[in-house]
């Protein structure tokens, strides 16, 4: 370091000013000089530089008188002697009034350099260390130790964020939290919610037993009342005491691994031998490194469960029968199972990420994952695949963000049983008809045949009624069987408002007869749709039936029609009984009625079971909105009829 002030006293012009200049200045160290010893005594007095460079021998006042004069006034300065003669005694008495170096005539410029360096250097030493206080060499020892105990909590988080498995996450923690605290051991119990024990999961001990063998009851331990508070527990120089984990300690501290606040359990070290005790700011770091930890073993944990997750998803994907396909919003294949790529012939991994509509041709799963987009969230529809042989019940959801999933299930054996059970029943329901037949003729000849009596007459019509139920119920499920098996699948495009005309028509002396009002609003210019005119005929009748039928007399009856978007929608809406919330989703099914319908009004209960038939032959949706005692709206949608599609 230079820019020291040196005050150099020397009688010799000619090296004064050789040493002033071309060595110490040119040093680049701010120099005074006096001639001799007495105006450098006063120099030296009233200024106070850094350094005196005195020479031994000048007339008047000798280079060492000066610095006993100096002593004397109580003045202490570096100083450094010059002299041309080198004797013992000089030396000796130099040293005893304390000359800081002594330099004999003739001497190298650097070596007087090197000593002046020297000297001013261990003059700073020896003023830091005299004039700063112990405490602030302490305090600064001690935030020595801080930073190299915040550089272990710093390695900790690094070394515990780079791994994801939970037991080096747990070792690497009671390491830390032995290096932090300087104690002899760590230990770290996590918490079993299904027992209600902490486990002994890491210990720097080798002798203490991890894993699930040590159990400690958080009712009944320190380790758990930690937990139970979620506060420190700090015990010191205690006379060897064992506790809990089986070990013998003299200082101990627990503090609990905290989750947004939840404990999920305890970090302790401890001091088995010595007891030197816990500093706050230590047992602070320690709660520090407990919350870093806490976080640690969290993410570790539920890396844990999100791999073992994945690995039973992965399991159940690879395993079901069911076939699956995932796309995303931009339709590219994210997942496709093993029983789907078995199914559409698809080539595994290699499908995915590319286009579905590019790696298939099959038409039915195309127009799934199209027409989804523009229908609404979930769809339902079956596929046929393997030439006809199979059949699959698809089923497609959107899911936001992600995309469309389509989970298809083969219903094979499902749709032959129904075949099955749609031909017994369509064969007994026809043979049925002979008898009843016969029942309604003969009981016509019998009131031919003479005059009955009045409770003749009134059985008879008994007879005559119930016929005619289980005629309508023959009717009704014949219907329902030809059009679940298909059979009028002949399409034509449709005007709707005529049909809906037609069918109001021909309930008109019911409603009529119940006095209702009918209110029928067709807007004029209406898309058509693809259909079966007779078929939507009968839809619009069976709903008309059912508003007429379960409102009481005096009632309001509106059927409307409008075109939504691509659709037609259809509106039935009664001032009727209405339906509990607990019967609208069984209500399609067939033969469930409501018990309110069951105990008042005549009915087969297969009414929408066909209306439902037909609209989903028509690829349309059907819902009912209604609340008991104000009425019900039955709403269909049936897609409209593009020419140009
Ligand atoms: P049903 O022959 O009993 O009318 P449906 O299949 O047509 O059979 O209807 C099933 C059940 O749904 C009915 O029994 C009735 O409980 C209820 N339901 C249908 N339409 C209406 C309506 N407009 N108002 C109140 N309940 C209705």
Redesign the pocket.
């Known amino acids: 370091m230079a820019g020291e002030r040196i005050l150099l006293v020397e009688d010799a012009i000619e090296v004064r000013r050789f040493l002033a200049e071309s060595v110490l200045a040119s040093a680049g160290y701010d120099v005074l000089t006096a001639a001799n010893g007495e105006e450098g005594f006063t120099l030296a007095r009233d200024l106070r530089p850094d350094l005196v460079i005195a020479d031994y021998l000048m007339t008047g006042m000798t280079g060492l008188e000066m610095l006993a004069a100096l002593r004397e006034a109580g003045i202490a300065l570096p100083f450094i002697l010059i002299t041309a003669e080198g004797s013992e005694a000089l030396a000796v008495e130099a040293l005893r009034l304390g000359v800081n170096d002594y330099l004999i005539k003739p001497f190298d410029p650097d070596d007087l350099l090197a000593a002046v360096a020297r000297v001013l250097r261990e003059h700073w030493t020896r003023q830091i260390t005299e004039h700063i206080p112990a405490q602030l060499l302490a305090a600064n020892r001690q935030l020595e130790q801080r930073l190299r105990d915040l550089d272990t909590l710093v390695q900790f988080g690094q070394r515990v964020t780079s791994t994801l498995d939970l037991q080096p996450v747990l070792d690497h923690v009671v390491q830390a939290a032995t290096a932090i605290t300087r104690a002899e051991s760590g230990i770290l119990l996590l918490a079993d919610e299904a027992t209600g024990e902490l486990v002994l999961c890491a210990a720097t001990e080798p002798q203490l037993e991890t894993g699930n063998t040590r159990r400690i009851l958080v009712s009944d331990s320190a380790a758990g009342e930690v937990m139970r508070r979620g506060t420190p527990l700090v015990l010191t120089d205690v006379h060897a005491r064992e506790i809990d984990t089986d070990f013998f300690f003299r200082d101990l501290a627990y503090v609990p691994l905290l989750f947004h606040s939840r404990p999920i359990g305890v970090l302790g070290v401890a001091n088995q031998t010595a007891s030197t005790g816990f500093e706050p700011a230590t047992l602070q770091l320690l709660s520090v490194l407990a919350d870093f930890a806490a976080i640690a073993i969290t993410n570790a944990r539920l890396h844990e469960a999100t791999v073992h997750e994945r690995d039973t998803l992965d399991t159940v994907l690879r395993d079901t029968e069911d076939a699956i396909i995932l796309v995303d919003l931009q339709g590219h294949v994210l997942l496709c199972n093993p029983a789907a790529c078995r199914t559409f012939g698809l080539a595994g991994e290699a499908v995915i990420g590319q286009s579905l509509q590019a790696v298939t041709d099959h038409e039915g799963l195309r127009e799934l994952f199209l027409k989804e987009a523009r229908t609404g969230r979930l769809r339902t529809t079956e596929l046929v695949v393997d030439d006809g042989a199979r059949t699959l019940n698809a089923h497609l959801t959107f899911v936001d963000g992600v995309g469309k999933i389509a989970v298809m299930q083969d219903i094979t054996h499902l749709k032959e049983l129904d075949r099955i059970k749609s031909e017994f029943v369509t064969t007994v329901s026809h043979d049925l008809r002979s008898p009843l037949t016969a029942i309604l003729g003969y009981l016509e000849l019998l009131r031919r045949a003479g005059s009955l009596n009045s409770s003749q007459e009134d059985f008879a019509r008994r007879i005559i009624n119930s016929v005619q139920s289980i005629t309508t119920l023959i009717t ?1 499920l014949l219907e329902l069987g030809k059009i679940e098996a298909g059979f009028d699948q002949d399409r034509e495009v449709v005007v709707l408002p005529p049909i809906v005309e037609s069918a109001v028509e021909e309930r008109q002396h019911e409603w009529e007869a119940k006095q209702h009002t009918m209110e029928v609003e067709l807007p004029a210019a209406l898309p058509p749709v693809l259909g079966h005119p007779l078929r939507l005929r009968q839809l619009v009748s ?2 008309l ?3 007429i ?3 009481p007399d005096g009632g309001r009856v509106r059927v409307t029609l409008e075109a939504n978007g691509d659709f037609l929608v259809l509106r ?1 809406a ?1 001032t ?4 509990p919330q607990k ?1 609208q989703p069984y ?2 099914d ?9 105990d008042h ?11 439902k038939s037909i609209v989903e032959q028509h690829h349309g949706r059907i819902w ?1 909105d ?1 609340e008991p005692g104000k ?2 709206t ?1 709403t269909v949608m049936l897609p409209a009829y593009d020419s140009d599609r």
Do not use: H, M, P
């Open positions: 009704d069976n709903l039936e059912n508003a039928k379960y409102t039935v009664d009727g009984i209405g339906i019967d209500i399609f067939k033969f469930y009625r409501t018990d309110q319908a069951i009004y005549r009915g087969t209960g297969l009414g929408l079971s066909i209306v009912v209604s009425g019900s039955f």
